[in-house]
């Protein structure tokens, strides 16, 4: 199947902000379909105005057309709006070993240092590095580190 | 419904975004810790995400082959659709708190009411700005909220800031005829029912800042019709010097 050599295209792609998160772990792909005009590829930016969402449209498109798979439209779709909750399982453990704390339920109780597990951490700033990111700081290992937005 | 007038009421979202996001830029490397300039920075590109988006769709109803970046850089001041508060200068850090927790308020009661447009692509762009205008206006609320109830001198700076910004605001919640088509055909919410949801949210924030709610005052502005404060002549000038001195360059 075609659709399939997409999806295995896509989990080849990555994030430019986050290299080790797939634009499928990502949960941005929304579909493949495939009909008389050939493949669409929906993509849903997971921020209004974040910068990736151009480059990884790009990058989708130069990933399938190395499979030579030319006849494809990548399409950009707005609505339902991304939720962090589409981030798979596996790129919720990509993300911990990356060094980024996986998104939770808002409440900074939840949020575990990614670097050494204490749950003694405090809240920087809800804004970080890029949109989809917070700043938060360990009071133990006395470390920042990023946490993925819930949003 | 004339697509005239959704145009125009496109035109008056994405301007206030754009003005409203590239003031805030104007506060990158100058914000008073990294943590604020890396927030104003992040909602600043939030809102050009807004913006683009709306703008796009503005050009693609007005039919004339104007994309987001012939909408952005080469239209005059004359020609802008925001609401004056956004194009009102930064002032001191307290001042541009007060203006983005007056614009976040009301644009979180907007963009939550546009979530249930019966143009589905508007309803689109709002569902998605509206979780990001939550993040904003935690932020502004926040700051407003620790500059009000701090010391007197952060205290003095921005009651100051909002008795000088407040007149703009009766500008956000008095529909025009414009207004008034968009809210008719269900296409944007009627903005008397969005003036009380936002008076009852900012007074809420204003009381925990120990700030008083400062009398009504007439205004001269309308931004939405595009008779702006001297403000916004100055911005653009700077906003749109590349792309007007370079017709067509990119890098």
């Known amino acids: 199947m075609v659709s399939e050599q997409v999806w295995r295209v896509l989990r080849s792609v990555m994030d430019p902000e986050i290299p080790v998160l797939s634009v499928v772990d990502l949960g941005v792909v929304r579909y493949v379909r495939a009909d008389g005009a050939g493949l669409h590829v929906g993509i849903t930016p997971t921020y209004s105005g974040c910068p990736a969402t151009e480059v990884i449209q790009r990058s989708i498109r130069e990933a399938l057309a190395r499979e030579e798979l030319e006849d494809v439209t990548v399409e950009t779709v707005l609505s339902p709006p991304w939720t962090s909750e589409w981030l798979s399982e596996e790129g919720r453990r990509k993300l911990e070993a990356f060094g980024i704390a996986a998104p939770t339920a808002r409440s900074a109780a939840n949020v575990a240092c990614p670097r050494c597990g204490s749950h003694e951490v405090q809240r920087v700033s809800e804004f970080g590095s890029t949109p989809c990111k917070a700043h938060y700081r360990c009071d133990d290992c006395i470390e920042p580190f990023d946490v993925f937005k819930c949003i | ?251």
């Open chain 2, 1 to 251: 419904m004339t697509s005239s007038a959704t145009f125009h009421y496109l035109l008056r979202l994405a301007d206030t975004s754009l003005v409203l996001g590239q003031r805030l830029g104007e506060w990158v490397g100058h914000a008073p810790a990294l943590e604020e300039d890396l927030a104003l920075a992040n909602i600043a590109l939030d809102l050009l995400g807004q913006a683009r988006l709306l703008l796009s769709y503005a050009g693609e109803i007005e039919g004339h082959g104007r994309d987001e970046d012939a909408l952005a850089f080469l239209r005059d001041a004359a020609e802008f659709c925001n609401v004056s508060l956004a194009e009102q200068p930064n002032g001191d850090f307290g001042r541009t708190i007060v203006r983005q927790f007056l614009l976040d308020a009301w644009q979180l009661e907007l963009y939550e009411a546009l979530s249930g447009s019966t143009d589905a692509r508007l309803a689109g762009i709002a569902a998605k700005a509206v979780k990001e205008t939550r993040y904003h206006l935690r932020f502004s609320a926040g700051w407003l909220v620790r500059l009000g109830d701090g010391t007197a001198e952060s205290h003095a700076r921005v009651a100051a800031a909002l008795d000088e910004l407040w007149r703009f605001t009766d500008e956000l919640l008095t529909p025009d005829a414009v207004d008034q088509e968009m809210a008719a055909a269900g296409v944007a919410p009627s903005l008397a029912g969005l003036r009380l949801r936002w008076e009852e949210r900012v007074g809420a924030v204003l009381e925990e800042a120990t700030l008083k709610r400062p009398a009504a005052a007439s205004y001269l502005w309308h931004g939405k019709r595009g008779v702006h404060t001297e403000h916004l002549g100055h911005m653009l000038a700077e906003m749109q010097h590349l792309p007007r001195t370079f017709p067509g360059v990119t890098w």
